[in-house]
């Protein structure tokens, strides 16, 4: 079955460490974004990607870093500039260039700050 | 910047009942998107309705959209303790950019 496989579930960070949260998807879609929700404020974006090798800031992008090397994988970093980074991360994708503009999400990545 | 502000913030009902919940936006849009969130878990696209439609259904959902008031609502009919979820409105921006959610409506289904 084709879909989006976020790892891990759980992730704990000291302070001052960089984290990589991993999001890959087998649906052979071009684009894939990154959210951030946090209790009571929905969703924020932070990078999203509409193509291999192309990547642009969302609205939180600051303490944050992605790339974009391969369709299937969309990996983020949390960077120790990041200075509130305990949160739930959601990944995304959809196929806005075959007129599928509903995004598919993985399960979520929860990240604590130890 | 959030695109869409859901109302009410949280709805708790009977099972049996309807559902309604409401989602205002501030800027033109392509298209509305409704999503559900059980809690934890990632986020379930449920439904989308275009600028030109008025009116979708989907199962139980029914959508509606109101573009001249910027606003959509999202009526779940006979509602299931199964439907106990968050619900978010998304919008789309500019062409090429990512959806905007707002803050969702948490749906309480008691039996």
């Known amino acids: 079955d084709g879909g989006i496989t976020q790892s891990p579930k759980y992730l704990f960070r000291k302070e001052g460490q960089n984290v990589t949260l991993s999001c890959e998807q087998n649906?052979?879609?071009?684009?894939m974004y990154w959210y951030r929700q946090d209790p009571g404020q929905g969703l924020r974006l932070i990078y999203y990607s509409q193509i291999v090798n192309d990547f642009q800031k969302g609205d939180i992008a600051e303490g944050y870093s992605v790339s974009r090397e391969k369709k299937e994988s969309f990996p983020l970093t949390v960077t120790s500039a990041q200075k509130n980074p305990t949160a739930f991360y959601l990944c995304?994708?959809?196929?806005?260039?075959?007129?599928?503009?509903?995004?598919?999400f993985g399960s979520g990545t929860r990240l604590t700050v130890v | 910047s959030q695109q869409g502000e859901e109302d009410p913030q949280a709805l708790s009902i009977q099972e049996g009942e309807n559902a309604t919940m409401n989602c205002s936006y501030k800027?033109?849009?392509?298209?509305l998107q409704w999503y559900r969130q059980n809690s934890g878990r990632g986020l379930v696209h449920l439904i989308l309705?275009?600028?030109?439609?008025r009116e979708k259904h989907s199962g139980r959902l029914r959508v509606t959209l109101d573009t001249s008031k910027k606003s959509s609502s999202l009526l779940i009919t006979a509602s299931r303790a199964a439907d106990t979820a968050s619900y978010f409105c998304a919008t789309d921006g500019q062409a090429g950019t990512a959806l905007i959610f707002g803050k969702g409506t948490t749906l309480s289904v008691s039996s």
């Open positions: 309705i275009r600028s030109n439609e």
């Open positions: 995304a994708s959809s196929q806005p260039k075959r007129g599928n503009y509903g995004y598919t």
């Open positions: 800027t033109s849009i392509n298209n």
């Open positions: 649906l052979n879609h071009d684009a």
